[in-house]
């Protein structure tokens, strides 16, 4: 084995061998694969190795459709077969809600070019003869599904590799990594020593192994799954292959294998396997099967598809395999590491490999990876996702992969957990809580505490009016929100000011006022959007999306410079509270002695105050359009600050409100949000953040990138539409049409109280921004008028916030 290179990717299953293809394909030819055992030695080797294209997330979509295109690359550059069968795939539903669930997924695929078609019973069961029709009330058919053979994959990504100039070492464990101060590794393996640049743990089963010898904890757990292979049936005799099937309400996945069928299941009681921690001796090894466990399934399945009830069990497999506590990958370098990369928990090695591979080889080779890749990158969990978080979050996941999450569903797992100290207090008050990043935030307040339970629905659900008179009370009184669950960070030092106006496209505010900023890559595409708020000369307040929190402090770790300026993140440190709506000013005047009036306290101040006894930082700032303000204090005085607040705001009608009307009153004000109107594929000119791209300022990162958006003018915009809705709202993913044709998605939807209509926000290419008509947006299959506003519904010159 070779004594350095530039980069040690430790296993070699699936993900592995795609990530050192990748590097290879990237430019990368000094790159060295250690395996433990043999390839595939993790869960590869046993996958039923199906694969498709329908993903929760367009941008996972994407790369799924990617890694299936390529396997016939990798079979040409290897000579390696790959044993694809694309079958076609066929997806069933036995629900009216799951038949709305399939006309969502097709319209979400019509942007991302899929050729889904929602079909019949009737059809279904002549695509797909083994089902009986009667449980079963419509399908989707995708084209593009089937399997692979999960060793010839491997084998071929790890040939093609080492003729793209690669080394595979095989027997050979890593037993530790040292870093070295110039942030390269000392790789200890058992037969030697490599010193290289970069390592990628891509250990699979063992990834928390490989984590724990840099210190640090993946949120991955290993679940076991069985699938059970039946005798050959005289059904399938001189018949086509048949198609790959996914019945929703036996939780069972089907195929052919020979002549018989494979059937798996994701069963409700699922059981983690090696929750601490992972032997080293699992070799190419089962696990006792559990038939019982499945039998749930395995009775619905025989119902469902008689045929297979009557063929026998040939072959039973159980092997344990990893997911993240959402299901979808960990990719991408670790804050706090230099040099350490991951590509593990990938649940779905051979829809996902491929992707997963091409993004994080861009990322090391070009600082980038090249895609939105938030939902799979690792900086999506901080430290909160301990390791008993993701084995309650992880078996949740697993027990539901096949169940319908509705957009109004908050799921129980690992909650409560965190809590702040109002928590109880708005209990009282009725709250019907969501989960974020593990924090309990109120969603919307109920009547009383029977009615206190979301009805879960695709449409207008029981929250609706309760949601609509929340915003009412902003519109016209005073309301009250927790604002607790953002990121916060404190920016102190004598190079702060330079460095923020580096870090940010916007004007660095001066002393006593707040800016908007959006953060750059240096592509000049949104990695972030911030409210900086300024202490003093040398002492900033940044608020941002509490779920970035460890994607930004990456960020700003790797551009900081070694002295002059500290980055420290304050979120659990600082909570909020806001008041918004016409009385919000009387309602905080008659607590605070500052004077709040427009002259002493325009919009966009930001001052310390003492409000009653509570010292707080108050910003005037509005994200729901209303004049209101903005309270930050720490966590032991928000008690204080809720008993004052709602006092003093019974004279003025105060009445708390949730998250969900923060929703509807910000898609009214055009306003939008990380995740769904910024990330990383839009630039500011095209996200509608223009005016907040300063380039009077010789430096920030991103600004050349940037001037060229503004000088071409970008391909894409965020335009605000009226939707001519009946009883359900965009969501977010429904494609966009005009005159006929696909041409864009929407990122937000909500019912707009104050503009007593349904609105969207979405993305349509530049040329069709000022188009007066022509637009249509799919609703739950139904193509529904959309009409194009210039402005937003709500108070489009923002006097009512700057009041
Ligand atoms: C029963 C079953 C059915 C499945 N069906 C499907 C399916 O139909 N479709 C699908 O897409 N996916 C399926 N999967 C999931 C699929 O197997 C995984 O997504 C995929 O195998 C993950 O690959 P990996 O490379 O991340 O991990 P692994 O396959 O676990 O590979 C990790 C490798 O790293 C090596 N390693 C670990 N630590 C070290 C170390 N310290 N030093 C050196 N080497 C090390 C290991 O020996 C191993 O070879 C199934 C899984 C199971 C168990």
New binding site residues.
């Given amino acids: 084995m070779r004594s350095h290179a530039k980069v040690v990717v430790?296993?070699?299953?699936?993900?592995?061998a795609s990530v050192l293809y990748h590097l290879t394909k990237a430019g990368w030819k000094d790159v060295l694969l250690?395996?433990?055992?043999e390839l595939?030695?993790?869960?590869?080797w046993?996958?039923?190795?199906?694969?498709h294209t329908v993903n929760g997330d367009p941008n996972v979509a994407k790369l799924q459709q990617y890694t299936i295109n390529l396997y016939k690359e990798i079979e040409t550059i290897s000579g390696q077969s790959c044993g694809v069968h694309i079958t076609g795939g066929i997806m069933l539903a036995g629900t009216r809600e799951r038949v709305d669930w399939l006309k969502m997924a097709k319209a979400r695929g019509r942007y991302l070019g899929m050729e889904l078609e929602v079909i019949s019973v009737d059809e279904a069961a002549k695509l797909f003869p083994l089902m009986d029709k009667k449980h079963f009330k419509g399908a989707m058919y995708d084209p593009i599904e089937g399997h692979v053979d999960p060793y010839g994959v491997t084998h071929a990504y790890a040939k093609s590799a080492q003729i793209g100039g690669a080394e595979i070492v095989r027997q050979t464990?890593?037993t530790e990594l040292k870093s070295r101060p110039d942030g390269t590794w000392d790789v200890i393996t058992e037969r030697g020593n490599v010193h290289a640049e970069h390592v990628v743990n891509?250990?699979?089963?063992?990834a928390r192994?490989?984590g724990r010898m840099v210190g640090i904890e993946l949120p991955v757990l290993a679940m076991e799954?069985q699938?059970l292979i039946t005798g050959d049936m005289p059904e399938l005799a001189g018949k086509p292959e048949q198609l790959h099937c996914i019945d929703f309400e036996g939780e069972i996945y089907i195929r052919q294998e020979r002549g018989g069928m494979l059937m798996?299941t994701y069963e409700r009681a699922g059981v983690p396997w090696s929750e601490i921690r992972t032997p080293w001796d699992f070799g190419q090894d089962l696990l006792p099967n559990d038939l019982e466990r499945i039998a749930p399934s395995l009775e619905v399945g025989f119902e469902h598809f008689p045929s297979l009830g009557g063929a026998g069990v040939k072959k039973v497999?159980n092997?344990?395999?990893t997911f993240a506590p959402d299901g979808n990958p960990l990719i991408g370098p670790v804050k706090g590491l230099r040099n350490y990369w991951v590509a593990?928990g990938?649940?779905?090695?051979?829809?996902q490999g491929g992707g997963v591979g091409l993004s994080l080889a861009h990322w090391m080779v070009d600082g980038d990876p090249g895609a939105d890749v938030w939902a799979m990158d690792v900086a999506r969990y901080g430290d909160w996702a301990t390791l008993a978080y993701t084995n309650a979050k992880v078996r949740e996941n697993y027990s539901r992969r096949f169940r319908i999450r509705f957009p109004n569903e908050e799921l129980p797992a690992a909650r409560p957990l965190r809590t702040t100290p109002i928590y109880e207090k708005l209990q009282t008050e009725h709250a019907v809580f969501g989960d974020y990043c593990g924090f309990e935030h109120a969603l919307w307040f109920a009547p009383s505490a029977a009615e206190a339970a979301d009805r879960v629905s695709f449409r207008r659900s029981n929250a609706h009016e309760h949601v609509g008179a929340e915003c009412r009370a902003v519109e016209q009184g005073v309301g009250l929100l927790e604002i607790s669950n953002y990121g916060k960070f404190e920016i102190r030092g004598p190079g702060a000011a330079a460095w923020l106006s580096r870090m940010m496209a916007n004007r660095v505010p001066n002393v006593g006022r707040i800016a908007l900023t959006p953060m750059l890559n240096e592509r000049g595409k949104l990695i972030g959007d911030f409210t900086v708020c300024r202490v003093s000369d040398d002492h900033f307040f940044l608020i941002g999306t509490y779920a970035a929190e460890v994607f930004y402090l990456r960020w700003f770790e790797r551009h900081l410079p070694p002295t002059g300026v500290s980055v420290r993140p304050c979120a659990v440190e600082y909570v909020g509270l806001s008041v918004a709506g016409p009385h919000s000013r009387a309602l905080l005047q008659s607590l605070v002695r500052s004077d709040l009036a427009t002259p002493a306290f325009p919009f966009m101040s930001f001052r310390r105050m003492d409000v009653g006894m509570v010292p707080a930082y108050v910003g005037r700032i509005s994200f729901t359009g209303e004049l209101g303000y903005e309270l930050w204090v720490t966590t032991d005085y928000q008690r204080a600050l809720y008993d004052l607040l709602t006092k003093a705001g019974r004279e003025y009608g105060l009445k708390c409100f949730g998250g969900r009307a923060l929703h509807s009153l910000r898609v009214e004000k055009s306003f939008g949000t990380w995740a769904r109107e910024y990330r990383p594929i839009y630039g500011p000119l095209e996200a509608g953040l223009g005016r907040f791209v300063d380039f009077r300022k010789d430096e920030f990162i991103g600004r050349t990138a940037a001037l060229d958006e503004k000088a071409n003018g970008g391909k894409l915009r965020l335009v605000t539409f009226h939707v001519d809705a009946a009883d359900a709202d965009a969501l977010g993913d429904e494609p966009i049409w005009h005159d006929g044709k696909v041409v864009g998605w929407v990122t937000s939807g909500a019912y707009g109280f104050r503009a007593e209509s349904s609105i969207a926000l979405g993305y349509v290419p530049v040329k069709l921004a000022s188009a007066e008509s022509g637009f249509e947006i799919e609703i739950i299959g139904e193509r529904r008028k959309a009409t194009r506003r210039s402005t937003a519904p709500v108070d489009a010159p923002g006097a009512r916030m700057r009041s």
């Fill in positions: 430790i296993g070699g299953g699936v993900v592995g250690i395996e433990r055992a595939t030695s993790g869960s590869t046993h996958a039923a190795g199906g694969m464990r890593v891509a250990a699979g089963l063992w192994e490989v799954h699938y798996g497999v092997g344990p395999f593990c990938v649940m779905a090695g051979f829809s």
